[in-house]
């Protein structure tokens, strides 16, 4: 009977021990949340900074929407967080967190928030012109960041299907996400963009390097940071690559130095040989003066220019060395250490020069008359006419 009694005890002593066991202890977090942490998604991007009395500010954008300076709290208790913001858009669950790397957040349904920890923000860093030559459809795109919060960006854009120029919007940058402003046309809303980023200083031989990453098309383009304003004096370079697109025109091939021409049927690939064939060499004597030469037949054929410098906006006035020709307008832009010269030309830049060069051997082979105005003008129209559409990118290298 008394085994049987200290049985039941025994038994009670274990029931009471399992009711009574202890909370589990969880480690306060608070500390370790504070600083910068951005989350990006195709539909969901967000900055969230956390400061160390718990107070939080959210910039982001969800589905087009957008918002910054949204002021909150932040409170973690045993092993949730709750969140709470001015405009009511608050969250409470679990949460995990790897402290300096990353933290994750859970709703009831299931879905999950992963937020990186931003160590540096670039929003100085960004700061200038960058380019790069892999883009959408394989395009040139050119990005400007200004001190005062515009940018501008010269490239092929998929949501309007058509090819910018200098398009302008406004920009802000948080930790390491980029919130661009597309200012939409009269009528209709401005729309947004984030992008991720990653800096580089000096990240390759050609100086800094940023890499933008856009959920949408889960694609990463590389740029490479450019002066704004050219060093010309005594650069020569000699070419390297061309990128071609958005070539439209008539079924029609021209004669051009060694070698013809159809635009119905243009690739990067033909320009590219083209021109490596010439060995094609661009120079500047002075800052005002403009120096391309090749090679034709065996000779090597030259011609200068006069040009205006605007930033990275040159005007090649061709028409101070003959009124025949026309001035062409291209964009310019180098590398850091000026080991680099890249040439970016829409379509009525790349007529003009396509037909100044038509004009020039034209005339240095007697088979047009420099006072023939008529005929002169018809060589610019048949280009013209054999054009629809082209955005030309030259890549040169400084001349050995």
Not at 122 to 143: H, K, P, R, T
Not at 343 to 367: C, D, H, I, R, V
Request: proline share 2%; aromatic share 12%.
């Amino acid at each position: 009977m008394k085994k049987l009694l200290l049985m039941f005890a025994v038994v009670g002593m274990l029931f009471t021990a399992c009711n009574n066991e202890p909370e589990h202890i969880y480690d306060d977090h608070s500390a370790d949340l504070v600083g910068t942490w951005t989350c990006i998604t195709e539909n969901y991007a967000e900055a969230l900074i956390i400061n160390a009395d718990g107070t939080a500010v959210s910039y982001g954008v969800e589905d087009g929407e957008y918002w910054e300076n949204v002021r909150g709290t932040v409170v973690v208790k045993e092993g949730n967080i709750t969140m709470t913001f001015e405009d009511n858009d608050n969250f409470t669950g679990h949460f995990d967190i790897i402290p300096g790397k990353s933290f994750s957040l859970y709703e009831d349904s299931g879905e999950r928030y992963i937020y990186q920890y931003c160590a540096n923000d670039l929003s100085d860093e960004i700061v200038g012109m960058w380019v790069c030559n892999d883009g959408i459809e394989n395009d040139m795109a050119i990005n400007t960041f200004a001190e005062n919060g515009k940018s501008y960006i010269t490239t092929f854009l998929a949501d309007e299907n058509d090819y910018v120029l200098n398009k302008e919007g406004d920009y802000k940058v948080v930790g390491n996400l980029l919130i661009k402003t597309v200012k939409g046309d009269s009528g209709t809303s401005d729309s947004y963009i984030v992008i991720g980023l990653d800096y580089m200083p000096n990240g390759t031989e050609l100086g800094d390097i940023m890499t933008m990453y856009l959920p949408a098309y889960e694609a990463k383009t590389t740029f490479l940071r450019i002066k704004q304003n050219l060093e010309l004096p005594g650069t020569k370079y000699d070419y390297i690559k061309t990128f071609v697109t958005n070539v439209k025109g008539e079924d029609k091939d021209i004669p051009f130095l060694n070698t013809s021409f159809n635009f119905a049927k243009m690739d990067g690939s033909i320009i590219d040989k083209f021109l490596k064939s010439i060995l094609f060499t661009v120079e500047f004597p002075e800052a005002d003066k403009i120096k391309y030469s090749y090679l034709l037949e065996g000779n090597n054929v030259v011609m200068e220019a006069p040009i205006l410098v605007d930033g990275n906006k040159m005007t090649i006035k061709m028409s101070a060395n003959n009124p025949a020709y026309q001035d062409v307008d291209l964009y310019a832009f180098q590398d850091q250490d000026n080991t680099q010269m890249h040439w970016y030309m829409p379509t009525t830049s790349f007529e003009k020069f396509f037909a100044n060069t038509s004009l020039a051997l034209m005339l240095g082979y007697g088979q047009l008359d420099k006072d023939d105005n008529e005929a002169i003008a018809g060589v610019f129209k048949t280009i013209a006419d054999a054009v629809e559409s082209i955005n030309l990118s030259i890549v040169m290298t400084k001349a050995k």
